[in-house]
């Protein structure tokens, strides 16, 4: 049985969208009120449950999270994925980033949707819709994207901030107050911030560290002080694109140590909290079917096993596209024990380094904030 929210949460694919209608005064998924501009601010794993459980190091945004500020992210509850149906509305298995580790099949080769873009597989192409800031462009609104240097050119940008002018911050504090700048000079405009900095140390020292938590503060902080000097009338959103989980060393599964989980597998993708395994062409029915049976047998209390098939009847991608569903896995393993999956064989063993760890379909992972201030405050 998969997990069935039980709230009427509104959905990150719905925030830009909803925070460009606002400016021409517009109804709109998230019932945001008019603003002149709108800057909306994604913290890379700040789930709701990571500021819930860490309230002390982050009063600001603590003090604003309720339970109605609590929203769903994508599956899988990964960057390529959710920052895609962030920036263009769409779920996907529209936009086509079904995943970090997905199968180029006419390459017959896994490509990394965040950074392995080459001449096989085209940015402008993979992401398949247009962008929420080029519409946004159409309609005469200024729009703009706030990131790190390394980020203004990477084919990953090209693929999801199409549209949007990229300005460069190379700390969290250069951010905002490049944000505050362009808030100020371009009138209506869409700015959208983004913050990797929490998700890189929680991958490399766990949420729950003091690195993390540092970096919590630092960015609660920033957040008040760019509350307090926003221009009147623009309206400023907090959200992140999913959750993070710690996941030791000793709860590691290697998928390798069972040789009936490999059997018949071609390629595995996805990432350690959710696989995505590719037949070899050659299985026929019969052993497509043992295969999910031994996964099941094997994993199915430490995880959901779902076909693709079964997959996409669940709706975990919104609708699929005909071009797309290739690139989802045939088998998808999404860990609901705190556990990660591994293969050994891969020639690249250093993300069993990682501790913080995410997406898969828990609370702790796909719950994650929608925060208001400015013009949305909430009255």
């Not at 902080?221 to 959103?237: H, K, N, T, V, Y």
Request: proline letters at 6%.
């Amino acid at each position: 049985m998969l997990p069935v929210p039980t709230d009427s949460a509104g959905r990150l694919a719905a925030v830009l969208d909803s925070s460009e209608a606002s400016i021409a005064g517009e109804p709109n998924a998230l019932s945001l009120p008019p603003a002149r501009s709108t800057v909306v601010v994604l913290a890379d794993g700040l789930g709701a449950a990571n500021i819930q459980q860490r309230a002390g190091h982050a009063r600001y945004l603590a003090s604003r999270l309720a339970k109605r500020d609590v929203i769903r992210t994508v599956f899988p509850s990964t960057t390529a994925a959710a920052l895609a149906s962030f920036t263009t509305g769409r779920m996907p298995g529209e936009h086509g980033l079904v995943g970090y580790r997905v199968l180029d099949a006419d390459g017959d080769r896994m490509v990394n949707q965040l950074n392995g873009w080459d001449d096989g597989m085209r940015p402008e192409s993979w992401q398949r819709v247009p962008t929420l800031f080029e519409r946004a462009r159409e309609r005469g609104l200024a729009t703009f994207a706030v990131g790190a240097p390394r980020y203004a050119d990477s084919g990953f940008t090209h693929a999801v901030l199409r549209g949007a002018e990229y300005r460069s911050g190379s700390t969290i504090a250069d951010r905002f107050a490049e944000a505050l700048q362009v808030v100020q000079q371009a009138e209506p405009a869409v700015v959208y911030l983004y913050v990797p900095e929490l998700d890189q140390a929680a991958h490399a020292h766990g949420w729950q560290s003091d690195r993390w938590l540092g970096l919590l503060e630092a960015l609660d902080a920033e957040i008040a002080a760019f509350d307090d000097r926003m221009p009147r009338g623009s309206g400023l959103l907090v959200t992140a694109d999913h959750g993070v989980i710690d996941v030791p060393a000793h709860r590691h599964r290697f998928i390798d140590a069972q040789p009936g989980l490999v059997d018949g597998v071609r390629h595995v993708g996805g990432e350690p909290r959710c696989l995505s395994l590719y037949f070899e062409p050659g299985l026929d029915e019969s052993g497509r079917a043992d295969l999910v049976d031994r996964w099941r047998e094997a994993e199915g209390e430490r995880a959901w096993v779902l076909t693709r098939d079964e997959a996409i009847a669940h709706g975990l991608y919104g609708p699929v596209d005909p071009e797309v569903r290739p690139r989802i896995g045939d088998v998808i393993v999404a860990a609901r024990a705190g556990v990660a999956y591994y293969d050994r064989r891969e020639p690249n063993r250093q993300a069993e380094a990682m501790i913080g760890q995410h997406g898969s379909l828990s609370d702790d992972e796909t719950r994650i904030p929608l925060i208001r201030a400015g013009a949305y405050e909430r009255r």
